[in-house]
T-cell receptor
C-alpha cells in the first residue's frame, strides 16, 4: 500500500530534550515536506526537500532541523524542544512530475512539550 | 509570500443540502488550487484540485470553481451525507509546488 509513515503517533517530552520524528514514504516520491497544524492556523510548512540532499526552509523553520540522506526518509529533528512546539505534525510527499502536485500525507504525530 | 484566507471556519448543513466553502488568495502568480479533507485522527487527503487554465472542475458530488480575476476559489459539495463531515482545507501554490500555502480550515458538520 502506497503510504507515508510517521513515528511516533504520540509523544510527550520535556523542554530541551532532543527528539526526532521519523517519516518514510514507499512511493519513490522526490518531494517531501513537514507541516505543523495548530487550531485556527491551518497547516504551516516547516521544511521541505525537493530531492536527496536538497532541503529548504518553509514558513516556520525556527527550532527545527531536517535531513534527506535517502529518498524515502525525511526525519524532523527538534534539538531543544520548547512548549511552543507543542503541535500536530504531518509529513507529506509527492511526485514532482509536470501536472501532478497531489500530496500524500502521513497520519500525524501529536507532540506535547512540557 | 502567498496568503490564503478561508471562510467559514465552521459550517453546519442538513443532510441532502449543499455546502459551499470559499477561499481567497493573494499571489496572482498562484496557479494550482487543491482541496483537502481531514477526518478525525487522520492526515489530510486530496479530494479535488484545479489549475488556473480551468474555471470549474467536477467530480461526482464535489465541484471547485476558480475566479482568477477576483483571486478566489470555492468548494461545492452537493447532496451532503454524514460521511462528508470533516475539516476541509483549501491551498494555493505557484505551480512548482515548492510551497503549498493552506487556508485555516472549515469544520463541516452534516446533520442527519
Amino acid at each position: 500500500e502506497a503510504q507515508v509513515t510517521q513515528n511516533p503517533r504520540y509523544l510527550i517530552t520535556v523542554t530541551g530534550k532532543k527528539l526526532t520524528v521519523t517519516c518514510s514514504q514507499n512511493m519513490n516520491h522526490e518531494y517531501m515536506s513537514w507541516y505543523r497544524q495548530d487550531p485556527g492556523l491551518g497547516l504551516r510548512q516547516i521544511y521541505y526537500s525537493m530531492n536527496v540532499e536538497v532541503t529548504d526552509k518553509g514558513d516556520v523553520p525556527e527550532g527545527y532541523k531536517v535531513s534527506r540522506k535517502e529518498k524515502r526518509n525525511f526525519p524532523l529533528i527538534l534539538e531543544s524542544p520548547s512548549p511552543n512546539q507543542t503541535s500536530l505534525y504531518f509529513c507529506a510527499s509527492r511526485k514532482t512530475i509536470q501536472g501532478d502536485y497531489g500530496y500524500t500525507f502521513g497520519s500525524g504525530t501529536r507532540l506535547t512539550v512540557v | 509570500g502567498e496568503n490564503v484566507e478561508q471562510h467559514p471556519s465552521t459550517l453546519s448543513v442538513q443532510e441532502g443540502d449543499s455546502a459551499v466553502i470559499k477561499c481567497t488568495y493573494s499571489d496572482s502568480a498562484s496557479n494550482y488550487f487543491p482541496w483537502y479533507k481531514q477526518e478525525l485522527g487522520k492526515g489530510p487527503q486530496l479530494i479535488i484540485d484545479i489549475r488556473s487554465n480551468v474555471g470549474e472542475k467536477k467530480d461526482q458530488r464535489i465541484a471547485v470553481t476558480l475566479n482568477k480575476t477576483a483571486k478566489h476559489f470555492s468548494l461545492h459539495i452537493t447532496e451532503t451525507q454524514p460521511e462528508d463531515s470533516a475539516v476541509y482545507f483549501c491551498a494555493a501554490s505557484t505551480g512548482s509546488a515548492r510551497q503549498l500555502t493552506f487556508g485555516s480550515g472549515t469544520q463541516l458538520t452534516v446533520l442527519p
